[in-house]
């Protein structure tokens, strides 16, 4: 599938759209996605990540919750651009990952793929299969579920 200027988002529309921030806005562009279907982002992994300092010090690997994390937000802006519901009191959350695996690891300089596709939604609930690949080859997976919540209710 070719990405269009009308399927690409850049920093600014992902802050636009995902109430999170540094240091914890783990999806730098999105290069293509087709509403209802399928997401294409990237996170790009640098030695400046804060999380480097304390895990594994000396041996630098992203540490596979925030793999997930990232995949989770590529999910998000997936489901978020597939809806036509209005969002200003609303909330994306996660309610569950399924069949977690993780593949290789990922280090700094890597530029971490992530793919997410849509496989049902009803109503609030969405589930999706994410997978974040490094030049090619697949470094974690996860069937993942969320739901849109009312702010108010948090």
Known sequence: MTATE?????????????????????????????PLESIEAYKNVTMNEPFFQGHFPGIPVMPGVLIMEALAQAG?????????????????????????????????????ELKCRLIRHKLKLWKMEGKAYVDGVLAAEAEMTAAIMNKEEM
Do not use: A
Request: proline fraction near 8%.
């Open 6 to 34: 009308q399927n690409i988002l850049d920093i600014r529309q992902i802050l636009d759209l995902l109430p999170h921030r540094y240091p914890f806005l783990l999806v730098d562009r999105v290069v293509d996605y087709t």
């Open 76 to 112: 998000g802006l997936l489901v978020l651009k597939s809806t036509d519901m209005p969002l200003e009191d609303k909330l994306f959350l996660f309610t569950g990952m399924e069949k977690v695996r993780f593949r290789k690891p990922v280090y700094p300089g890597d530029k971490l």
